[in-house]
């Protein structure tokens, strides 16, 4: 197949966006991992002030929008029957995070 003058350009230009749009679309995945990774390390901590240190928690299910980070974690407590916290947060970091029950309860005052 053999192409015209005006397509060569053009599938240039198609390759060139190609390349830029997956890395941007990288670049963003990166930046809301490490956000997730923040929302969660301040889950963690707010979770040992709360239950001690020997508390223990898993990661089973977080969203992100608009700023607004939800987090849904199983919490070993040290000596105590496990219970599912919700750990709610939003980008001002100064906020810190509200765990709440499933329920609504808020947990830390």
């Not at 299910?61 to 709610?88: D, F, I, R, W």
Request: with cysteine.
């Amino acid at each position: 197949m053999m192409l015209k003058k005006g397509m060569v350009g053009h599938a240039v230009m198609i390759a060139v966006v190609g390349v830029m749009i997956g890395g941007l679309s990288a670049f963003s995945a990166s930046a809301s991992a490490k956000s997730q990774s923040e929302h969660l390390s301040m889950c963690k901590s707010e979770l040992k002030s709360l239950y001690g240190a020997d508390v223990r928690a898993r990661m089973v299910k977080a969203k992100s929008y608009q700023g607004k980070h939800k987090m849904t974690l199983k919490v070993y407590p040290a000596g105590e029957a496990s219970t599912v916290v919700e750990c709610l947060s939003n980008d001002a970091v100064e906020q810190g995070v509200v765990l709440m029950t499933k329920d609504g309860t808020v947990l830390n005052p």
